[in-house]
Structures are given as C-alpha cells and as structure tokens.
C-alpha cells in the first residue's frame, strides 16, 4: 500500500513526479487503496488553496492543481469507477452559476455514469433557470449541484428557490457537493443530500433512481 500522507503532501508541493509515481505504484500493485489516493489528493489541494490563500502560491499554482489533479484522476479511475451495470435513470449535474471549478463536478460525473447513471451534464457557471427548464423539459427528478468558492452556497441556494417558484421542488431530490459543503450548508440551501465523496454521492442517487 502507498503512504497516502507522502501523496497528500506531494500533492500540497505541486511535486508532480512523485504524485504521479505514488499512483502508478498503487496501480501497478492492483489498484487496491484508490479511493483513499482520491481522498489523498484531495486533501492535498485543499493545502494548495491554503497557500493560495497565504499568499505563497499564486492563480498559476492554482491552475497546475488543477491539472495535477486531472492528471492523477486520469491514472487511478480505472480502479475507482466500479461500473454497477445498466442505465437505472438520468439526473443533472452542474456546478452552480459564478463558480468555474469543475474538477469535482467531472469525477463525480465519470462515478455516476459508472454506477449506471446517465449524467446530464450542463457544465460550469450555470444560472438556476437554466437548471430548473433541463428538469422541466427532460422530466429530470434527481439535481447534483458542484461548487467549491464560498458564493456557491448563495448560487445552491437560489437554485433550490427557483425550484421551489417554479412550483416543481417536491418533484425533485437535489444534492449538493463540493469543498465548502456541509451538514449546516445543506439545510441552509435547502438541499435533501450532501456529500464530499464521490462514492457516497453515487449510492444516494442510485437509491433515488430505483
Ligand atoms: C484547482 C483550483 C482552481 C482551478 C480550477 C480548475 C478547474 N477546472 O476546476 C482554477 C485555477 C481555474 C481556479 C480558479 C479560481 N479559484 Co480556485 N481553487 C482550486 C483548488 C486548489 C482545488 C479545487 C479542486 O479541484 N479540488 C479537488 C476536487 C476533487 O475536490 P472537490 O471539488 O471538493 O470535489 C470532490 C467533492 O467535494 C465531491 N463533489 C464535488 N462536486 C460535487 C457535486 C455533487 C452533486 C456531489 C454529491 C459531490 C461533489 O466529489 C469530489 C470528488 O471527491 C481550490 C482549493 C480547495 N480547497 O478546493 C481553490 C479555490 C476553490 N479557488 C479559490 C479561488 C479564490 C479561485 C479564483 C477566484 C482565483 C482567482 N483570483 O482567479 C478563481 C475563481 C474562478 C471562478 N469564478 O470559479 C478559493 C475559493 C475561496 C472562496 N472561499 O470562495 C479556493 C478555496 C482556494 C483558497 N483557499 O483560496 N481554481
């Protein structure tokens, strides 16, 4: 098994040859531990954005991350995306109007197309009209709403209220995902389900879809 302390750390440094050595390892050894890799490296971005925020790193540092992160997916989704079998139903997945991050958004999406769900996915910054016409229009009745800047709780928030003007919101589960995601968040949005991990995120849609 690798040290998933040195890969988070690794992943903090922005040292890409060893996070990239740490999974092939893991992967080279059976890909046993990847879901603990992916927690692994996401912990370690989250260091990232703590140096941004201290002024060490810098929006270039940010946007390595970002492509560390793909990269280290990249390797170690094989091993984590266990495909469930047939099509149990279709939701929408979007991160919320004013947020551009979507690192999340996309693992999240490649686990629920593997658990047997088809994913409709309307990309970043998306207005909440646009999300409640999808619904509307396509008779979608489960919504995953991504967001990681601190505004994504108002944007969540107004979505689940356009839901609710729109006179649909008890046809409909929302789930809400994303770094600054709580327990307090989730009843402040209005949102029947939260989650950090994408694992969990599938089996709580699968269990509103069958
Ligand atoms: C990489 C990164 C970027 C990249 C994003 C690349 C991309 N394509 O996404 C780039 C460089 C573009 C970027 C830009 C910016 N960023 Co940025 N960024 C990050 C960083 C370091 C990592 C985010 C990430 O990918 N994490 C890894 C993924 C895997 O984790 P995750 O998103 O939480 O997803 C997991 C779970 O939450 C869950 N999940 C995710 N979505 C969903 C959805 C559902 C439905 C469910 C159930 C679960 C779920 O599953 C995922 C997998 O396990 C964060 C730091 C952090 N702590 O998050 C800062 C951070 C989010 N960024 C920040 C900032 C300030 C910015 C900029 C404003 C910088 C600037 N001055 O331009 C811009 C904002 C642009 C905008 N309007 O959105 C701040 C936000 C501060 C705040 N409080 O709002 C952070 C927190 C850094 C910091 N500490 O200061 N950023």
Partial sequence: MIDFEKLKTAMGELDNST???LLEELMAAG?????EALAA??????????LFESGEY?????????????QAMAIIKPAIAVGAGGNIGKMILCTVQGDLHDIGKNIVKAMLEAGGIEVIDLGIDVAPATIVQTARDQKIKVIGLSGVLT????????????FKGAGIRDDVKIIIGGA???AEYCKFVGADAWSLNAAKSVEICRNWLI
């Fill in 58 to 70: 810098f929006v270039a540092d940010l946007i390595f991350a970002g492509e560390l992160m793909t």
């Fill in 151 to 162: 505004l994504a709780i108002d944007s969540m928030k107004a979505t689940v209220d356009a």
């Fill in 19 to 21: 996070v990239i050595e």
């Fill in 41 to 50: 490296c996401q912990e370690g971005m989250n260091v990232v954005g703590d």
């Fill in 31 to 35: 890909g046993k531990g990847a879901d």
């Fill in 180 to 182: 600054p995601v709580t």
